[in-house]
């Protein structure tokens, strides 16, 4: 199996789950939940990076994720582009989304003023590490839902995008799964002095 189909069996693992979170600051709290589509798969990838792959480009994201599952889509494909290098750092880490998000707990509410260079667009940052290295995952609200979407993901290489942001500490974070109905308390501390472990 290929690092990019890996990347999207991973990916797709999270379709049937929610995360829903609560964190705190200064006395106020602010909740958001996070899903899951096919179509999101895309652009976590760094697939809009390949900007001289037509197929990668035009595609329907949900129906490119699902060639890249089925083996139609390749690793070697994406290796192909002139503009690989401009992706590839951040499919080792995206494999371990599901863990970056089971044991995050370094939430930012980002304000993109702050960071007047970037293009990137959303409500919330979330920071973990993959084997020292900074990761970030942005969140913003998905189109017509009241759900958060992870917008981009990749590791830090060079700019320090938590900084300036307002740090929030987590207070409760539960994963759902849609198909069985069951939810998973990972995290809190609204009612009881110590943290769950992690799951």
Do not use: W
């Not at 709290?29 to 990076?49: M, V």
């Not at 080792?92 to 970056?100: A, I, Y």
């Not at 979330?126 to 189109?143: C, E, I, K, M, W």
């Amino acid at each position: 199996m290929d690092l990019l189909q890996q990347c999207a069996l991973a990916f797709d693992h999270l379709l049937p789950y929610q995360y829903h979170i609560i964190i705190g600051r200064k006395g106020n709290t602010l909740e958001f939940t996070i899903s899951f589509d096919r179509a999101d798969f895309h652009h976590l990838a760094g697939l809009h990076k390949l900007r001289d792959n037509i197929r990668f480009q035009t595609g329907k994201r949900a129906d490119i994720m699902k060639e890249i599952l089925s083996g139609r889509l390749t690793f070697s494909h994406a290796q192909q582009s002139e503009f690989f290098s401009e992706m590839k750092t951040r499919l080792l880490p995206l494999t371990e989304l599901e863990k970056f998000l089971d044991s995050n707990e370094i939430i930012f509410r980002y304000n993109s003023k702050v960071n007047v260079f970037s293009a990137i667009q959303a409500d919330y940052l979330l920071q973990n590490d993959y084997h020292g290295t900074p990761v970030y995952l942005f969140l913003a609200q998905r189109s017509n839902e009241n759900t958060q979407v992870c917008r981009t993901f990749f590791p830090k290489a060079g700019k320090d995008y938590a900084q300036g942001q307002p740090r929030y500490t987590l207070l409760r974070k539960e994963k759902y799964n849609l198909m069985t109905g069951r939810t998973v308390l990972q995290y809190d501390r609204l009612t009881s002095k110590n943290p769950l472990p992690r799951s």
